[in-house]
């Protein structure tokens, strides 16, 4: 498997950017399409965004469609989540998952390699 690490998270106002970073290593990264996800306290893990191992494809939560862009830079094994028009309803942990597969995923059954998460606060 991939190992995955998070980095970028912080405190916000609303309105505010964030670009959040996924570093990978242990295996070749341009074999895994890429997801972000997020988990709200007391809520379930949901789906934000991923990419395709070439990065052609790209796929949003339809909460996401028009503020956040996934991007990918193989060269540096890393995929990025440029957060834009920030809001308190997207704070939560943020998790970046990996799987070897063609077509990215939208769901965490999809994914089998997470990083530890990265905690992102907007304060209204």
């Known amino acids: 498997q991939v190992q995955l690490v998070e980095f970028g998270g912080g405190l916000v106002q609303a309105g505010g950017s964030l670009r959040l970073s996924c570093a990978a290593s242990g295996r070749t990264f341009s074999n895994y399409a890429v997801g972000w996800f997020r988990q709200a306290p007391g809520k379930v893990r949901e789906f934000v965004a991923s990419?395709?191992?070439?990065?052609?494809?790209?796929y949003y939560a339809d909460s996401q469609k028009g503020r956040f862009t996934i991007s990918r830079d193989n060269a540096n094994n890393t995929v990025y989540l440029q957060m834009n028009s920030l809001k308190p309803e997207d704070t939560a942990v943020y998790y970046c998952?990996?799987?070897?597969?063609?077509?990215?995923?939208?769901?965490?059954?999809?994914?089998?390699?997470w990083g530890q998460g990265t905690q992102v606060t907007v304060s209204s």
């Open positions: 990419i395709s191992r070439t990065g052609r494809a790209t």
């Open positions: 998952a990996a799987e070897v597969s063609i077509i990215p995923g939208t769901m965490v059954t999809d994914f089998g390699s």
